[in-house]
């Protein structure tokens, strides 16, 4: 009954309004900061304490170089791992892994082991630690694992610490780990994160021996500022859109939206700085450092940042803080969307992935740095970033393919799907004067020679920043902002990572070789800047990347654009991306095949669901409604004509011929979906020409038959809307 469905709506708006902030005892004077952060990490002071000097230096060396680890030293850190762990009330342990689903992903083992005696002790080996097995048929493998080789194995990963995981009513050891088939292709986002971290470290590192430096390796950097909304969980359990897809399939404009700006660093109010207060309690004690938090632009829209880390790290930080927001949110009666897109019509949520590469004296390899020696050095590393950018566009792309993002990126609101890089009035001076070394003289008449002149102070403030750019230079670092708020960041750093390499790659073979055939360094980068800067030029645009223009413009500029995220992963298979993730050992030729086919299966049946939703929806819940009010209308059309006579109730006739009218269009619109879910179904087996179905004819279907439901959700008496509205989600909470 609708009935019933609107008063239960009702009834979650008047008990939203006895809601009070969840109060969980937090207080830092009682447990300071500095002694719960990391409370939950098997850290580098709890190996220090617990690991025999010898086995503590062998397990650095592995942290640090990569070096494998043996049986014998991965028994003792399992023991004294476990040991820990059960002091802090851990009964199971599991491999902790990130697969093709975007998600994570874990099995528990218990540590107990039958003593033979009828009891038990708990136990951990080597072993366990090191290896898991897993069976890996369930989760996408786009072919590389067929069926009756259902396993698949999980390895430790040590560079990233492990951490327990606690829950109502109990603890979990859980060990990060790479996934991969047993013939040793990866099935993760982990795997070839950490092979592009291995060429980025091993091409930086030949560029600073030709500068000089000392360091023994590079590592890159990853700071995330993850956006979300927040919504009531009374109100988001009875939209079954929200509940099965993660956003909103029907909804009209509510009246207030974002037009006031007034949510955008507004005062937090009680209820979510309380969930923040303890999400931020729980991130602390898993080591994660937590910086920012404050209102979006959106309403219900909030963002946290944490401080910046080491990739791999800050990748798995990263998902640990979507699970940590999600689990909160629950807790604190609320839901917290990562969905790139719940709401039409308002700001979507987005991840900035800000990124920079640091030598192993920890200084900032895109720091300009003071003396010209330090800027001839910074500016190699920023062209090698804009070499990469616009030479392997189409693989960044692939950074950000998601459905969901497909709903944001190029909506005015995030960057559009052409990659091009901002870099700043000052600093986009002084790539052209050293392009116009090579030309005669620049606009200003100087030129730049590097050994000799200095750059200009280059302001690090965020005011002047061009906002609309999908790749941002900010003062020390770049600021990747096409990623979606649900994503992984392993995609979008594995990509840039590799990109970046093969630069660093080339630029270090030229400049070996000119240092060969006997020209200075500072000649040599001379040259290989002016000839660098000149060739990519096309892809530095300091304006608005928001602006109709921009499309055509990036097309003459010879930009690729693929606008959805279909037309992006087809793409992936192109030549010269499988060669460069080949070349630099990130995927093999046969991995870079299976993904592409997982992302299409993956866009598919996400599509699929959105659209049966929205089928299911329209037809049972919407349309039941529309009913009642049809009848309502008729019944009171001929009330009003039987007591006042023909011509009385003109008005409501008028009111009904338009509800009729919508209502038949919109049943209209559902056959039609109904009919491109049927239709996008015939391509059985073919992974591409499904994705492409799905793309072109349920997306299509789906916002028609949508426009006819929101117009009627502004015709109903608001009594009979069965579903919570966007006035109601987005301003009751
Ligand atoms: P905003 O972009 O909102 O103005 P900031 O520029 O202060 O905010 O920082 C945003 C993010 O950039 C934070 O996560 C921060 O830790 C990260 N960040 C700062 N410096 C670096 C760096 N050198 N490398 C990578 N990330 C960094
Ligand atoms: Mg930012």
Redesign the pocket.
């Known amino acids: 009954m609708n009935g019933n469905r609107s008063s239960s709506r009702r009834k979650a708006i008047a008990r939203i309004g006895k809601t009070r902030p969840l109060s969980v005892g937090i207080d830092y004077r009682r447990e300071p900061l500095q002694e719960i952060f990391g409370a939950l990490v098997f850290d580098q002071a709890q190996m220090a304490a617990r690991l025999p000097k010898d086995v503590f230096q062998r397990l650095q060396n592995t942290i640090r170089d990569g070096y494998p680890l043996d049986i014998s030293v991965a028994d003792v850190v399992a023991n004294a791992m476990k040991e820990w762990a059960v002091e802090m009330g851990a009964t199971h342990y599991t491999h902790w892994f990130q697969p093709m689903t975007g998600t994570t992903a874990e099995k528990h083992d218990s540590f107990v082991w039958p003593a033979g005696d009828g009891r038990v002790i708990c136990e951990f080996s080597g072993k366990s630690l090191i290896k898991g097995e897993s069976d890996a048929s369930s989760f996408p493998s786009g072919g590389i694992r067929s069926t009756f080789e259902a396993r698949g194995y999980t390895a430790w990963d040590p560079r990233s610490p492990a951490f327990i995981q606690e829950s109502h009513n109990g603890r979990t050891l859980c060990v990060p780990t790479a996934f991969c088939s047993y013939t040793g292709e990866c099935l993760d986002r982990k795997t070839p994160l950490l092979r592009s971290l291995e060429a980025l470290s091993k091409h930086a590192q030949r560029i600073l021996k030709l500068f000089g430096s000392a360091s023994t390796h590079v590592s890159a ?5 993850q956006e979300y909304f927040l919504v009531d969980r009374q109100l988001f359990l009875q939209r079954p859109d929200l509940v099965n897809t993660g956003r909103t399939l029907f909804g009209a404009r509510p009246p207030k939206g974002q037009e006031l700006e007034d949510h955008y660093y507004g005062s937090i109010r009680g209820r979510v700085l309380a969930f923040m207060m303890d999400v931020e309690k729980r991130l602390y004690r898993l080591g994660i450092p937590a ?2 938090r404050h209102n979006e632009v959106a309403p219900a829209q909030f963002e946290l ?4 880390e080491e990739c791999n790290i800050a990748t798995d930080h990263n998902m640990l803080t979507m699970e940590t927001l999600r689990g909160t949110a629950r807790d604190h009666g609320m839901v917290c969307l990562l969905h790139e897109k719940p709401f039409k019509g308002l700001n979507g949520s987005g991840k ?1 992935c ?3 590469m640091s030598d192993s004296f920890g200084n ?1 390899l ?1 720091d300009p740095g003071e003396t010209p020696r330090e800027n001839a050095q910074f500016l190699v590393f920023l062209s090698a970033v804009i070499r990469a950018v616009h030479r392997h566009a189409g693989m960044l792309r692939l950074g950000t393919t998601g459905p969901g993002n497909d709903h944001r990126l190029g909506g005015f609101e995030a960057p559009p799907a052409i990659f091009s890089i901002y870099l700043g009035a000052q600093l986009a001076e002084v790539v052209e004067s050293i392009v116009s070394g090579s030309q005669g003289a620049n606009r200003t008449g100087d030129t730049m020679r590097i050994g000799v002149s200095t750059l200009p102070p280059l302001p690090r403030d ?1 005011t002047d920043r061009n906002r609309t750019s999908p790749v941002a230079f ?1 003062g ?2 770049f ?1 990747f902002r096409a990623v979606g708020a649900s994503q992984s960041t392993a995609p979008m750093v594995f990509v840039l990572n590799t990109a970046v390499a093969a630069a660093l790659d080339h630029f270090a073979n030229e400049l070996e070789a000119d240092i060969a055939a006997g020209r200075s360094l500072n000649e040599a980068v001379q040259n290989l800047l002016q000839k660098e800067f000149s060739k990519h030029m096309p892809v530095i645009f300091n304006g608005d990347n928001y602006a109709e223009s921009w499309p055509l413009e990036a097309a003459r500029r010879g930009l690729p654009n693929f606008p959805d995220s279909v037309s992006a992963i087809e793409h992936f298979t192109d030549l010269d991306t499988v060669d460069v993730l080949q070349r630099y050992g990130v995927l093999s030729n046969r991995e870079v095949h299976s993904r592409a086919h997982i992302l299409l299966e993956g866009y598919a049946a996400t599509i699929n669901i959105d659209g049966r939703m929205a089928l299911d929806m329209g037809r049972t819940i919407l349309l039941p409604a529309v009913f009642s009010w049809q009848r309502d209308l008729a019944a009171t059309v001929s009330g009003l004509e039987n007591a006042l006579g023909q011509g009385a109730a003109e008005g409501q006739k008028a009111l009904l011929q338009k509800v009729c009218r919508e209502a038949d269009s919109f049943m209209q619109a559902l056959d039609s979906l109904e009919q491109a879910l049927e239709a996008s179904g015939t391509h059985k087996g073919d992974a591409q020409a499904t994705a492409r179905a799905c793309r072109d004819l349920i997306v299509p279907a789906m916002a028609a038959a949508r426009e006819h439901a929101d117009a009627l959700e502004m015709l109903l008496d608001d009594h009979l809307w069965p579903v919570p509205k966007y006035r109601e989600l987005l301003w009751l909470y």
């Open positions: 950097n990853l700071g995330a500022e910086k920012t940042a944490q401080v910046f900035h800000n990124w920079s900032n895109l965020a900010t020390n670092k600021e």
